[in-house]
């Protein structure tokens, strides 16, 4: 069974960059067609698509954060990862990377457990 | 971009009773459409997905239907363990999500 894992540091300081990495486990990231993507959370709000990479193709950024994001994936490690820029504090939040079929929706979203990301000095 | 508007954005209401929420997508998904159950400090749950097909586990009394752009969740029965905050998320067109719909005891 696929499963996700989010890993990174907790704490970034603001102005630098936050880096996540997503693992895949059970499966192939390069079996299917599938979006691996990034998502969070702000405490007591909603959820906000980041954007997402597709191993045959490229990626597709939230439009409100596309000038700090760099999704990446590294298929010898069965890993993608998250870069974003210039972190201030309405960075901090909770951070989900998730997966999704394109092809004919037949398999349901899978989701990491997510990480909790502080912007502090 | 694909913008969803989902309501109520609270629901008061009592075990047993028979809720739906909706949720209305900017310009057709067709059936690309993901419902959640997120509890407080947990990750969202998927209860639906393809608009109307249940996930592996869930039960029976979360159904949802719909396509183009207009879907709904219901759950026929409310039980004590589905107080919580719901949301929908279309996946066709890059992704978003609807604003969320807390589901509270009445």
């Known amino acids: 069974q696929v499963q996700l894992q989010e890993s990174g540091p907790g704490l970034v300081k603001p102005s630098q960059t936050l880096s996540l990495t997503c693992t895949v486990s059970?499966?192939?990231?390069?079996?299917?067609?599938?979006?691996w993507s990034w998502i969070r959370q702000p405490a007591g709000k909603g959820l906000e698509w980041i954007g997402r990479?597709?191993?045959?193709?490229?990626?597709n950024y939230n439009p409100a954060l596309t000038s700090r994001v760099t999704i990446s994936v590294d298929t010898s490690k069965n890993q993608f990862s998250l870069k974003l820029s210039s972190v201030t504090a309405a960075d901090t939040a909770v951070y989900y990377c998730?997966?999704?079929?394109?092809?004919?929706?037949?398999?349901?979203?899978?989701w990491g457990q997510g990480t909790l990301v502080t912007v502090s000095s | 971009d694909i913008q969803m508007t989902q309501s109520p954005s609270t629901l008061s209401a009592s075990v047993g009773d028979r809720v739906s929420i909706t949720c209305r997508a900017s310009?057709?998904?067709?059936?690309?459409l993901a419902w959640y159950q997120q509890k407080p400090g947990k990750a969202p749950k998927v209860l639906i997905y393809?608009?109307?097909s249940l996930e592996s586990g869930v039960p029976s009394r979360f159904s949802g239907s719909g396509s183009g752009t207009e879907f709904t969740l219901t759950i026929s029965s409310l039980q004590p363990d589905d107080f919580a905050t719901y949301y929908c998320?279309?996946?066709?067109?890059?992704?978003?999500f609807g604003q969320g719909t807390k589901v509270e005891i009445k």
């Open positions: 998320q279309q996946y066709n067109s890059y992704s978003a």
């Open positions: 393809q608009a109307s």
């Open positions: 998730a997966s999704w079929d394109f092809y004919d929706g037949r398999y349901p979203p899978l």
């Open positions: 310009q057709s998904i067709s059936t690309w």
């Open positions: 990479i597709y191993i045959s193709g490229g990626t």
């Open positions: 059970g499966g192939s990231i390069t079996s299917g067609s599938y979006y």
